[in-house]
């Protein structure tokens, strides 16, 4: 089953988040098309012309998420989130490589709307992805690793039900398992926001997100909005 849930007390200390979820069946992931790879480049030309000379620091969505870092304490200039990360390397090095269609399509959302966008392959899943705070034996694998790690004892986690933490740090870095290949069929997405009218900004975001898969991977999908409300999405 594909499912994405916020635990109570990060509700509780969080009131404020909202995440889009597209829970995703059917794809037919692969290479980006030449015609996509067009759309993302032209984007991320328009996304440093925005951004001019402001720094990154001062982008809302991205002050939002530096000070939700230092409430769970992670110092958010050692640790990046995931949508500051990959606004430096656009600013920075002026482009962002393709990787395949699925990651393109997160990326050019994580950059137009200035917020983390996720895609995790279910492959390895175990019940629903909650976010939580992590007690500090659950595992973890970086991307490309062949080890195990553990997180830190209330750290906010990515975790399913057998303890396999599928993204640190909140929005910082997903996990090896979880990242989506050119042959991964169903996966879970999310678009998070923890600043002021982010409802808005996400409901946007996941519109957006939603025409791009379904144009460019196809599928089946469910979408919704998880937030204090409705903590939770699923199939």
Known sequence: ???????????????????????????NNGPTSESFKEIYLSEQQAVIARIGDTPLSELEPLVAWRST??????????????????????TKKGDIPS?????????????????????????ELTGPITVQFASGSEQFKPLFATEYEHPQAGEVIFADDAGLVVARRWCWR???????REDTLAA????????PNGQEHIRNALTDLLQLLETYVGGEFITGI??????????
């Open 69 to 90: 870092f230092r409430a769970f304490g992670v110092n958010p200039t050692q640790y990046r989130s995931a949508v500051e990360a990959l606004l430096r390397r656009l």
């Open 99 to 123: 990787i395949n269609a699925v990651v393109d399509i997160c990326n050019l959302i994580s950059i137009r709307y200035q917020v983390p966008v996720a895609a995790f392959d279910d492959r």
């Open 226 to 235: 998880a937030d204090s409300q409705n903590p939770g999405v699923s199939e």
């Open 174 to 180: 997903q996990s090896d398992e979880s990242a989506t």
């Open 1 to 27: 089953m594909l499912a994405f849930q916020y635990h109570p007390k990060i509700i509780q200390r969080y009131p404020q988040v909202v995440g889009g979820v597209i829970l995703a069946r059917g794809m």
């Open 188 to 195: 879970v997405f999310t678009v998070e926001a923890q600043h």
